[in-house]
């Protein structure tokens, strides 16, 4: 099992930033991607950015240019920077870990942000 603790969310007005951090504990493997979902109120969720093991990231197109991802595998932890917030950015947002070798997912309880004037 994976255990995932997710910090960081919160309210800020459009144009603004937040950073979210997702710190891994438990069985973690080597090879791993650890990324972000969201799920805006009556939506479906979507995933929004991945950073693999060996530092390759990926991005949703609406978030390229604006939001960072990032890992420390030493720590088992990742972090998204988000700058130039958009209302359409609220979500709730969760942390997730994939394990490349079982290719099983386990899941942060998510944290909320709120993007609002």
């Known amino acids: 099992q994976v255990q995932l603790v997710e910090s960081g969310g919160g309210l800020v007005q459009p144009g603004g930033s937040l950073r979210l951090s997702c710190a891994a504990s438990?069985?973690?493997?080597?090879?791993?991607?650890m990324g972000w979902y969201r799920q805006a109120p009556g939506k479906q969720r979507e995933w929004v950015a991945s950073?693999?093991?060996?530092?390759?990231?990926n991005y949703v197109d609406s978030v390229k240019g604006r939001f960072t991802i990032s890992r420390d595998n030493a720590k088992n932890t990742m972090s998204l920077g988000m700058n130039a917030l958009k209302p359409e950015d609220t979500a709730v947002y969760y942390c997730y870990y994939y394990n490349s070798y079982d290719l099983r997912h386990y899941w942060g309880q998510g944290t909320q942000v709120t993007v609002s004037s």
């Open positions: 950073v693999n093991n060996d530092g390759t990231t």
């Open positions: 438990g069985r973690t493997v080597s090879r791993s991607i």
